[in-house]
């Protein structure tokens, strides 16, 4: 059974910063591209950040100089380190494997 949790959302006022992590279980993790992804009340979903199996990563242009994506691939775990948080940031936040497993999200919060 395929299982992707995430933890470390919370409210957090707007230019502080978060940790959001993501563990896998149920898959290879170490052959799965994995994401971020984020979505706010009224709006469509939208990428955040991947990172690839070989470590590439990308970021969404909103975020671009304020959030980080890693992995480490021995303990399953993907992470998205957020800094400068604003209160547009706000969103549940989803991780997913390939875009075909999908975790039940963390929100965030930021006020202004």
């Known amino acids: 059974q395929v299982q992707l949790v995430e933890s470390g959302g919370g409210l957090v006022q707007a230019g502080g910063s978060l940790r959001l992590s993501c563990a896998a279980s149920g898959i290879t993790f170490s052959i799965y591209d994995m994401g971020w992804y984020r979505q706010a009340p009224g709006k469509q979903r939208e990428l955040v950040a991947s990172i690839t199996s070989d470590g590439w990563t990308n970021l969404g242009d909103s975020v671009k100089g304020r959030f980080t994506i890693s992995r480490e691939n021995a303990k399953r775990m993907v992470y998205l380190q957020m800094t400068s948080l604003k209160p547009e940031d706000t969103a549940t936040y989803y991780c997913?494997?390939?875009?075909?497993?999908w975790g039940k999200g963390t929100l965030v919060t930021v006020s202004s």
């Open positions: 997913s494997a390939n875009q075909i497993y």
